[in-house]
């Protein structure tokens, strides 16, 4: 299962949300073989289910969302499990409007232009 989502980094970051994007990869059906010599979908003469044949359980990693607040520019550095940013994007929450710039590098937001408070909506492994 997927490690808790923490936050370091200048930008001061506060989590607002963090949720696993689950399209579908929780209904797999490795499982479904089993033993039998007869191989489903079809005849199930013979069929028994068995979970201890080493394929999937029916967990796939997911893609994972975030919503984070910070109060400045600076960096955001994500961590507990993962593995990179997929999307990073962002807008100014307070302050004088400015040319916001959200770059990402690894596991690393940057966040120049504006020196202001943000909101960012964060993709990630």
């Known amino acids: 299962m997927a490690e808790e989502l923490t936050?370091?980094?200048?930008?001061?970051?506060?989590?607002?949300?963090?949720?696993?994007?689950r399209a579908g990869t929780h209904d797999t059906t490795g499982w479904l073989d089993g033993t039998s010599t007869d191989g489903y979908p079809g005849n199930l003469s013979g069929f028994q289910a068995s979970n201890s044949d080493g394929a999937n359980q029916g967990y796939e990693a997911a893609p994972k969302m975030a919503l984070i607040t910070t109060t400045g520019a600076g960096t955001v550095v994500l961590a507990g499990g993962v593995?990179?940013?997929?999307?990073?994007?962002?807008?100014?929450?307070g302050g004088t409007a400015a040319a916001l710039k959200v770059a990402v590098s690894g596991t690393?937001?940057?966040?120049?232009?504006?020196?202001?408070?943000?909101?960012?909506?964060?993709?990630?492994?």
């Open 7 to 21: 936050l370091s980094g200048t930008a001061t970051p506060t989590l607002v949300g963090a949720w696993e994007l």
């Open 83 to 93: 593995s990179s940013i997929l999307l990073a994007t962002g807008s100014q929450t």
């Open 108 to 125: 690393t937001i940057t966040i120049t232009g504006a020196a202001e408070a943000h909101s960012l909506m964060v993709l990630y492994n």
